[in-house]
């Protein structure tokens, strides 16, 4: 009798197995795009550096938009670059420890102008803990480093908009805040991210020494970045650095601390 049924309404049967495939194809397909989803989250997290620290005065996990309790970590210390040598000497877990400061402003060259750049000035650590991928040149050399020379990386999309062609960029100088820098590099192309990260596609990087001729460093949105030892976990370098940066602000043992050390685990 079922077959029957089955027989008489062919097309009622074909329609409900017709939905049913749909249903399962689109499961899928759903299954499939959070997946992948996930997969790119977490490379984008990775790509803020493995097992890193972010030593700054807000914490990233209070959540954002109107309800962020600013009002906790407003009047807290900012970073200061002196803090990475006394890190680097009382924290044997520290493998990489980076400074960086950024604004956003234009860059030019020649008749051309990119507005609302990232312009990074980081130390030399940095390259160890973002481990940047370079399609052109080279990156910015220690002893440019060290001597705070008006050199520059430019992420791909800067490149392209500024010159045309990306490979086109390498050597030449651009303008930041009228200072003349030579390109030494130009990052790999990115693409569009979805959590944001530093978007280096639209981003350059000059080093930290250099960067404070054009940038006040305490409102540049200081921060340290803190790479563990291999055989270190996040945990266990974040209670270690705990009491070193209390000892940096020199802090009583019944004070709170005025600083957060942001683990990238917990994002």
């Not at 220690?142 to 062609?165: C, H, I, M, N, S």
Request: glycine share 8%; net charge positive; hydrophobic share 40%.
């Amino acid at each position: 009798m079922a077959m029957q049924e089955l027989l008489k309404n062919k097309l009622r049967t074909f329609l409900s197995l017709f939905g049913i495939t749909i249903g399962i194809f689109c499961i899928i397909s759903v299954l499939a795009t959070v997946s992948s989803l996930e997969k790119n989250i977490q490379n984008e997290l990775k790509s803020l550096g493995t097992n890193t620290l972010y030593l700054d005065k807000w914490d990233y996990t209070a959540g954002g938009g109107p309800d962020y309790p600013w009002w906790k970590y407003v009047n807290r210390p900012v970073p200061k670059y002196a803090e990475v040598k006394f890190i680097k000497e009382r924290t044997p877990d520290a493998r990489y420890v980076a400074f960086r400061i950024k604004i956003n402003d234009d860059i030019g060259y020649q008749n051309n102008l990119l507005t609302n750049v990232n312009i990074y000035g980081v130390s030399r650590d940095f390259e160890y803990i973002q481990q940047l991928t370079l399609l052109h040149g080279r990156y910015i050399a220690p002893a440019e480093f060290d001597r705070g020379q008006p050199v520059v990386v430019v992420g791909y999309t800067v490149a392209e908009k500024l010159f045309g062609d990306a490979s086109a960029a390498l050597d030449k100088t651009i303008d930041i805040r009228g200072k003349k820098l030579t390109i030494t590099g130009i990052i790999s192309k990115q693409g569009n991210q979805i959590i944001g990260g530093w978007n280096f596609d639209e981003s350059v990087i000059i080093p930290y020494r250099f960067a404070r001729q054009i940038m006040n460093e305490r409102k540049a949105d200081p921060l340290i970045m803190v790479q563990g030892q291999p055989n270190v976990s996040s945990k266990v370098l974040k209670e270690n650095m705990t009491g070193v940066i209390r000892a940096v602000h020199k802090l009583p043992p019944t004070k709170a601390n005025n600083f957060t050390l942001n683990d990238i685990n917990d994002f």
